[in-house]
């Protein structure tokens, strides 16, 4: 399985894949093609987010955090934010703890 193969890079709206689910993590790839977001949501659990391609603004708590490709970030429970996409191709993991 190749996740680029199985994604698009969309400037209207988040693509996401789903790469693993079981009742202990659920792991997945979001796609976003130059300034499309990812809406304002809450993490329920405990995740980590990697950035594999582009660069990505990650919106928390009237902050803005700018984030290139292999940077990780430790999303914190029940806070709201949102993503941007910079480059034309952003692709992002995040992994939950469930």
Not at 59 to 75: G, V
Request: hydrophobic residues 45%.
């Amino acid at each position: 399985m190749n996740i680029l193969e199985n994604i698009t890079f969309s400037t209207e709206k988040a693509n996401v894949f789903s790469i693993k689910k079981s009742d202990k993590i659920k792991y997945f790839a979001v796609a976003l093609g130059k300034n499309a977001v990812l809406k304002k949501h809450i993490a329920p659990v405990p995740a980590t987010l990697v950035v594999l391609k582009g660069e990505i603004n990650f919106l928390i708590q009237d902050e803005t955090i700018n984030m290139k490709q292999f940077d990780i970030y430790e999303i914190p429970v029940n806070v709201e934010h949102e993503v941007v996409g910079v480059s034309d191709e952003n692709l992002f993991s995040v992994a939950q703890e469930l």
